[in-house]
């Protein structure tokens, strides 16, 4: 059984995936209830594989990332998805201004990109986690006071590309509370 606000962001997905269709992905036995799971397709041609942009960061030597080693590739916030079969290109995630610090209070620890936008490399299958440690009640009061809805509020995302043709796989995850 998912914890209630996971259950209740299966019902009512976060408004980041608008741009998206969107399948909420089963709970697996043993799997983390406090969590859901969407996979996601192309809302035109409903083709389920996407390119995904970033503003990439080479870090220098010594590198001031926390896990980014110098000359390691950083793929830095906000991030859209592009359709690759009919090029419809929509905003998946701003740590700016989405979940529970960017809606709350306007962003969190990480740093965003500005300029020189670019895809990652390789095309992808894209699964978007999002993550809610916090008791449903309280999230819907905070929810009503911000005006948004109660699973815009998330803990947690993490965009999960896996790689198609053999191609590598990249994991994109911020930590929003
Ligand atoms: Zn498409």
């Known amino acids: 059984m998912r914890a209630p606000a996971a259950a209740y962001a299966e019902q009512h997905p976060p408004s ?45 030597d010594p590198s001031p990332y926390s896990g980014v080693r110098p000359g390691q590739t950083l793929y830095r916030p906000p991030h859209t998805l592009k359709c690759v079969s009919c090029n419809l290109e929509r905003p998946l995630f701003d740590v700016r201004t989405q979940g529970y ?18 895809f990652i490399p390789g095309r992808f299958h894209v699964v978007v986690s999002f993550i809610y440690n916090i008791d449903l009640t309280e999230l819907e009061e905070l929810a009503g006071e911000a005006r948004v809805g109660a699973s815009d509020l998330f803990d947690w995302i993490s965009i999960v590309g896996t790689g198609i043709d053999g191609g590598q796989n990249v994991e994109l995850g911020y930590e929003c509370a």
């Open 101 to 118: 610090d960017g809606v709350l209070i306007g962003g969190g620890a990480y740093e965003s990109g500005t300029e020189g936008k670019a």
């Open 16 to 60: 980041c995936l608008s741009g998206f269709g969107h399948v909420p992905v089963p709970l697996a036995p043993g799997g983390l209830n406090i969590a859901i799971d969407f996979k996601l397709r192309c809302q035109d041609c409903s083709s389920d594989i996407f390119q995904i942009s970033a503003f990439p960061l080479v870090a220098p």
